[in-house]
């Protein structure tokens, strides 16, 4: 029988998080569709736009051969990226925090360009729009991710995964975004992942090497959870664990009710929405400018 990818499950690193968080969140952003528009929804927020617009760039010089990538200034690329989640679109209510986020984003392009770093040596680009494979055949169950760049090392032929954090706080050490992306990396291109590094790009030295996770205990990991989102597909359960909700479902609840602001569709055709922050209130991903 012909493996039928578009019957199949499809899990990322993002999807699984949103599901590990709260399944209610789960549903309300990878299966809900308005039945008005027909589109997913998407709250919007200022580390949002940061981080889109930061990663737009970078991303943009992983087609380009190493000697072109610095031809164009990036900082330019930013301004026209910028363009994308300006005002209300990037969840900006108010123009003075806009521009502390924009030159959070600046520093961040300047850090770079005068240390690119890996970004200067050769890299790899996995010939796929959306790097997949079959995780389980038998559960009929695709991982998928893209990875931000992967160094091509020529010495020993393999490659280093290098992944771009725009945020304030480190990577968890119970995240699975690593394990994901190992088993990307060894299922969708021939070269070995040798090493792996974030690189938060609002420090001066931002650069942390990771330990590459077991690739068989990675796959037995994803693969437990990828069963447990199926079966919740299949069930159509997708309960929030907190009786009033969560922090995680709570602003897409908001929208369902009728209580956000539609301001636009992103690159993928899922409309943007966005919700003021009530005064006086904190919200636990928020942050110190």
């Not at 003075?96 to 600046?106: A, F, I, M, S, V």
């Not at 796929?128 to 992967?150: Q, R, T």
């Not at 330990?211 to 990991?221: A, I, N, T």
């Amino acid at each position: 029988m012909a493996k039928d990818k578009y019957g199949a499950t499809w899990v990322s690193h993002s999807s699984i998080t949103d599901y590990l968080k709260c399944p209610r969140s789960y549903f309300l952003k990878n299966i809900y569709k308005d039945p008005k528009t027909g589109h997913k929804i998407k709250v919007m927020s200022p580390p949002l736009a940061l981080g889109q617009a930061v990663h737009e760039v970078l991303e943009s010089l992983s087609v380009l051969p190493t000697k072109e990538r610095f031809h164009e200034s990036l900082l330019a690329k930013y301004e026209m990226s910028w363009t994308k989640v300006s005002g209300k679109r990037g969840g900006f209510f108010d123009e003075d925090t806009e521009l502390k986020y924009k030159k959070r984003g600046q520093e961040m392009i300047e850090r770079v360009v005068n240390d690119p770093g890996p970004l200067a040596n050769l890299s790899i680009k996995i010939n796929m729009d959306l790097p997949h494979f079959w995780l389980s055949e038998e559960d009929s169950i695709i991982l998928c991710g893209k990875i931000d760049w992967l160094e091509y090392l020529p010495e020993e032929e393999s490659v280093n995964i290098i992944d771009f954090k725009t945020g304030k706080y480190e990577e968890g050490e119970e995240s699975l975004q690593l394990p994901i992306y190992h088993l990307l990396v060894a299922n969708c291109q021939k070269r070995k992942a040798l090493k792996a590094k974030y690189w938060y790009l609002d420090r001066d030295n931002g650069m942390v090497e990771k330990k590459l996770p077991d690739l068989e205990e990675s796959e037995e990991k994803i693969l437990k959870v990828a069963k447990r989102i199926k079966l919740a597909r299949q069930m159509q359960r997708f309960v929030c664990p907190q009786e009033t909700g969560c922090i995680h479902c709570r602003q897409l609840e908001r929208v369902l009710r009728g209580e956000a602001e539609i301001v636009g569709v992103d690159d993928y055709g899922a409309d943007i929405y966005i919700i003021k922050r009530e005064e006086g209130k904190n919200e636990k991903d928020s942050i110190i400018l």
